[in-house]
């Protein structure tokens, strides 16, 4: 295998298509999608991309869920010499419409069956599904070096606006590779995440399967919803390898009777993107005796840098560490604050078209850039990282990470709104709840469904709070800023008095 | 055995934090509106079987079908009517 510099990820996906032109590649409920089909797929879809004047480094909006035609227009994007963006369908239209704006994207596809999504689309050409397949094309392709942007992933914004964290083919390329080795995947494997194509988990399933030549078996929608689902599509589509948030694998604990079964093709289980409490990885991994299962920790801008095999053994009274740097990782602990800085051959180009927040997010120490993940660590036995919390206002919920700050900005769009602050707080039961408490103009108060309607305008269902509570003063500290840890504070409390039952 | 009320009453106490159900209306959306979010759905969803006796298959469960309270009572009321009660084995459909 060629090192970092002859990384590209379509580059991997031609080889094993010319070596393994039968083999499945794409598995979507009844429908196989071999090497050799997704690989002519791709490049027709990319001439005709070329032949509609999309040239290297140009955007290209994927508005569809994962699906086989999400990661057909994925490679195609990248033989194209183009960067994908992802965006999920179920955004609001104007979240849908601000990124395409925002991406400057050259062209937009979306699913060819439902309502189009697209409402506004800032510039870009918008093809349905069926549209992009039926252009001709015979253009040649760009050529792309593994230095140039291959996916910009958008996530939370502090200031209200998502920001767009631009990875390189190397970059993405050093976790695939590493995991690869280290998990030993192989053209066996059948493997399922079920994060959307937005979330970074999305490398592995997606390029392990054109690295190793390993089937990508793609999780149905309406496994979402009932965890029993879950459980069933793994055992009968004989998954192997598995990556997820720990909220995902918890409710096929809890309410997808996991542990009634033994899954004996499950070798290998990944989750990422927040705490899996002890207690619940204890059960997890005595329903899997033989499966081998690691703690992965990066945020978005680095991808994984470290990783912790818990079925080696860990203590199940507390949260399992974050562990060790990854080989091609270089990550450090600000002495004086505890915060986690990584580094190496997984960092991010930038932020898209925000230099200043791009140069703010990282430190150069010894000539060498390292991102500042805003997370504090504290360095445990035998050089493992205890991951120990947050600098900022940032949070995690179900893996997804949250600017409260965006959530706020959401809120104060609306004009009956005077002043908001959001909080969150962990439930034992329900997980991290977000709490926005507003000061209305007096005669306006909200109800909690105009507000959440308001919300989910222009916020993803994920960042909704749970609860909007009215006041009618904020409480302040003695500089006048708002004192949030007395609202996080009453937060919590109001569990006590059982709004939820 | 009023199947919209009991829905609209189990959305208001866990999601609505009690008693601001008089404005949640059978074509409110629910999980478009922001009401209920997708961990919240897993809940309902559980709700819903429990409480009258079904069990959904993979192909009923979509956006379509639960988006909204009359919906959800239109799909409960449908497999009621069909017998498709709990007890069923549930599989996965691979044509859905």
Not at chain 1, 101 to 130: F, H, M, N, Q
Request: contains cysteine; neutral net charge.
């Amino acid at each position: 295998m060629p090192g970092p510099d002859g990384w590209l990820l379509h580059g991997w996906l031609q080889r094993t298509a010319e070596t393994s032109p039968d083999a499945p590649a794409i598995v979507e409920g009844g429908r196989v999608t071999s090497f050799g089909e997704l690989f002519r797929q791709a490049v027709s879809l990319a001439s005709a991309l070329a032949e509609s004047g999309v040239s290297k480094g140009d955007r290209i909006a994927l508005v569809l869920p994962k699906t086989t035609d999400a990661v057909v227009s994925l490679f195609a994007t990248l033989f194209a010499g183009a960067v994908y963006v992802p965006i999920h369908p179920r955004w609001p239209r104007e979240r849908i419409a601000a990124t395409l704006e925002d991406s400057a994207a050259r062209i937009a596809i979306e699913a060819s069956d439902g309502a189009p999504r697209i409402r506004d689309s800032g510039g870009a050409a918008v093809l349905s599904w069926t549209e992009a397949l039926a252009r001709p094309g015979a253009r040649p392709l760009a050529a792309s070096t593994p230095a140039d942007p291959a996916f910009i992933l958008f996530t939370s914004g502090s200031t209200g606006r998502p920001k767009g964290v631009v990875v390189s083919h190397r970059a993405a390329g050093a976790f695939v590779s590493w995991s690869a080795r280290q998990f030993a995947v192989r053209p066996a494997d059948r493997i399922a995440c079920p994060a959307p194509l937005g979330f970074d988990l999305s490398t592995f399933d997606i390029f392990n399967m054109a690295l190793r030549g390993a089937a990508c078996v793609l999780v149905p929608e309406s496994c979402v919803w009932i965890p029993r689902f879950l459980t069933r599509f793994l055992l009968e589509e004989r998954i192997t390898c598995w990556y997820s948030v720990p909220s995902v694998l918890i409710l096929m604990l809890q309410d997808g009777g996991f542990a009634s079964h033994s899954f004996p093709d499950l070798r290998l289980v990944l989750f990422a993107g927040e705490v899996f409490p002890g207690p619940s990885l204890a059960r997890l991994q005595a329903a899997l005796p033989r499966a081998t299962c690691a703690n992965l920790y990066g945020p978005t801008e680095t991808n994984v840098v470290t990783w912790y095999e818990t079925s080696k053994g860990f203590d199940p009274s507390r949260p399992p560490p974050i562990g060790k740097p990854c080989p091609y990782a270089e990550v450090r602990m600000d002495a004086s604050t505890g915060e986690l800085l990584a580094g190496g051959d997984s960092l991010m180009c930038g932020y898209w078209g925000r230099p200043e927040e791009t140069s703010r997010a990282f430190a150069v120490l010894e000539g060498k850039r390292y991102y500042r993940t805003g997370d504090r660590v504290a360095a445990g036995a035998a050089g493992n990282y205890i991951f120990q919390g947050r600098l900022d206002r940032q949070i995690k919920r179900r893996g997804y990470r949250i600017e409260l700050g965006e959530i706020e900005a959401a809120f104060a769009r609306h004009d009956a709104i005077l002043e908001v602050a959001a909080v969150a707080h962990e439930d034992r039961e329900c997980g991290t709840v977000i709490t926005a408490f507003v000061r209305s103009r007096p005669g306006r108060e909200m109800s909690l469904i105009e507000a959440k309607a308001h919300c989910a305008g222009l916020l993803p269902v994920y960042m909704l709070p749970d609860r909007v509570v009215a006041l009618s003063a904020m409480p302040k500290g003695s500089r006048g800023k708002i004192d949030y840890r007395a609202l996080a504070l009453r937060a919590a409390g109001e569990d006590d008095h059982g709004n939820r039952d | 055995m009023e199947i919209g009320t009991e829905v609209r009453r189990y959305i208001a106490g866990n999601f609505l934090a009690g008693g601001q159900d008089l404005a949640l209306e059978d074509s409110t959306p629910l999980v478009t509106g922001g009401i209920v979010d997708s961990i919240g759905m897993i809940g309902l969803v559980g709700f819903i079987e429990d409480r009258f006796g079904i069990e959904f298959l993979p192909r009923e469960v979509d956006l379509h079908n639960l988006d909204t309270i009359e919906r959800i009572e239109r799909l409960v009321l449908d497999k009621l009517s069909s017998g498709a009660s709990a007890g069923r084995p549930d599989r996965i459909d691979r044509n859905a």
